[in-house]
DNA sequence: AAACATTGAGTTACCCGTAACGTTCCGTTA
DNA sequence: TAACGGAACGTTACGGGTAACTCAATGTTT
């Protein structure tokens, strides 16, 4: 035991004085071979430190890997290591693995990460968005491997999708706080190379607080990880650049509270002299004393859909297209009440 | 194009009527072709929409994949996504990717994913502490391959190790909080099938705490996550089961935060009634009104050097076995001050 | 006792690239 | 012009398993 060099099946099948391919039966429980030679093979797996080589296998038949090849756009943003978590968890029951792509927002990134992991063979991929390269969308249907698109609900997917409709989160925040009274309404959050969720979400919101009267009269898209620092300077910002703004909509919770927290410092009460609201409901949020006007979204759950859905994909068992796992508005306590 | 089977390097060469070693040479630019020989395998390459297969390269020769197996115990808690966040993409840089294994904090997991995770010839593995089950620790020798044991430092690593010293936290604040008089303090952690980080932090306070004259009157262990709502309630046990605690240091910030919301919603002012510390410096802190007494880490340096110490090790650089990323300790204003 | 089924185990070919070596077909040079 | 050298490309073998097939030694049936 204990060699530097890897141990292969003839080696063990050597020593136990059989050929490989009843060793290699033993291995698959597949039958055909007496207990006796079973008990002389495991005897020398035990005996080598033998561990199987899975490349081999993969290569041989046409067979897939156990790979699911994961692309996640950053995990400082707390909501997407939940997705993850819940992906990679599934995962684990079904005996698949997950490898990680950070795509850091960018199509650049992403595409690079795919054309690197399909080399792989991997026996799916779970990508974050809807948005993808031309090229990257080439080779996904080369691949001819499931693909589960999560995070934006996605009509037309590549293959299926699993996520939540962000253009009706914006939507809905929009609808909520122009009914409360909200005329003058300001947005901070960041910008990417592409549309994304976010810019999704933008959209419901302004298309819900024009229809309700009332104006988005400054969007500030920084440069910035979307945190809670660029929540505050964001802040700081906007309010120096338009002077009436009544209500805040933000990128994410962790922006929302970066907001709250330059009011804080400046004086300004929340919500009576200004109103925040944000997206994504961060753990954190049920030992905050102020709840945060926020979007609840169960993103374990997310995941773990993700998963499940890759699952039967690859079993080939009936699965729908598309699945809205919903979300829920949470009216909080940093905008003012109803009829204020 | 568009083809539904994987294409091969055969069949490229096929095409451009060609070898398949001319093919290859082709792919790999190692020379011995014409321009024209060039030219005419990569117009059949773009044409068939060819991807290298990975497997059969790693298969081949003795070159190693760029899988790094990446165990991390698990993605709710904040700052092991920074670490991982950290590790995958210094990868990144390097061409590798990480093949990731949430352990839930069990050796069993562990060992199990680190059983399945050689099969498929990682080229290293990144794992998270210093404990292991002997089985494991067999195999990862067996496997001849690199292993970098972060969080926990490890003075005897099985290979090379990056971290911190936990016992070091803990001593440093408990020698903090005896002294600024504190004498009656209570423990409020989760329990796990094993020593760990949380474990050593522990006994480093428990010992600064006797030393300066103190005593550490009640450790409560919970069987739960580490996080918010285990904080919140752990904390009413622990007043509950203990009357005249002054201040409790709790396993993380979570859960300190956790605290700190129980102590504020039955009256308890901090640090005025009890002091209240935790571990780990969330990134939320940057927009609390109250600074938490706590520790700082960089995670995602961490995670960095983590992977540095990886590819220093793949590529036979020399690299020192053990790297102390080191932290400071945060006074904050959740404990009284100095003399109080 | 001959014909046949069953069980246990070995043989061969193959998967997809690459290393190592072999073979043309030129152009130079003595 | 024979001899040589190098560029360009082809052939073969290999790696670790598995599918499909073959074969030998039993046992079973009639």
Redesign the pocket.
């Known amino acids: 035991m204990s060699k530097n060099?890897?141990?292969?099946?003839?080696?063990?099948?050597k020593a136990a004085?059989?050929?490989?391919?009843?060793?290699?039966?033993v291995?698959?429980k597949?039958?055909?071979?007496?207990?006796?030679?079973?008990a002389k093979v495991m005897a020398q797996i035990d005996a080598l430190g033998?561990?199987?080589?899975?490349?081999?296998?993969v290569?041989?038949?046409?067979?897939s890997s156990t790979f699911i090849g994961v692309s996640i756009p950053d995990l400082g943003n707390e909501v997407f290591a939940q997705v993850l978590e819940g992906i990679d968890r599934k995962l684990g029951t079904f005996g698949y693995q997950s490898v990680l792509g950070l795509t850091q927002h960018t199509l650049a990134e992403e595409e690079k990460w795919i054309r690197t992991v399909l080399s792989w063979q991997p026996a799916g991929l779970i990508l974050t968005g809807r948005y993808h390269s031309q090229r990257a969308v080439e080779m996904l249907r080369n691949a001819g491997i499931p693909v589960v698109e999560i995070w934006d609900l996605n009509s037309s997917p590549l293959d299926v999708s699993v996520g939540i409709n962000h253009f009706d989160c914006g939507f809905d925040m929009g609808r909520y706080l122009t009914s409360l009274g909200y005329r003058t309404i300001g947005y901070v959050g960041t910008s990417h190379d592409t549309a994304n969720a976010a810019t999704d979400r933008l959209n419901g919101f302004c298309k819900a607080v024009e229809g309700g009267g009332g104006e988005v009269v400054k969007q500030l898209c920084l440069h910035d990880t979307a945190t809670y620092y660029p929540g505050f300077y964001g802040t700081e910002h906007l309010l120096a650049a338009t002077g009436n703004i009544e209500c805040i909509y933000y990128q994410n919770d962790a922006m929302a509270y970066g907001g709250l927290k330059y009011c804080d410092a400046k004086g300004l009460a929340v919500p009576t002299d200004i109103g925040i609201a944000g997206w994504g409901d961060l753990p954190i949020a049920s030992v905050m004393n102020r709840r945060m006007t926020s979007c609840h979204v169960s993103h374990l759950k997310l995941g773990q859909r993700a998963a499940e859905m890759m699952m039967a994909r690859l079993t080939g068992e009936p699965a729908p297209d598309c699945v809205d796992i919903g979300f829920r508005l949470i009216p909080g306590s940093t905008v003012r009440n109803a009829g204020g």
Chains 1, 2 share one sequence.
């Open positions: 060099k890897k141990v292969s099946l003839s080696q063990v099948a004085g059989v050929s490989k391919m009843t060793a290699s039966r291995l698959r597949e039958g055909g071979y007496s207990e006796t030679t079973r033998y561990l199987p080589n899975r490349l081999a296998t290569f041989a038949g046409d067979q």
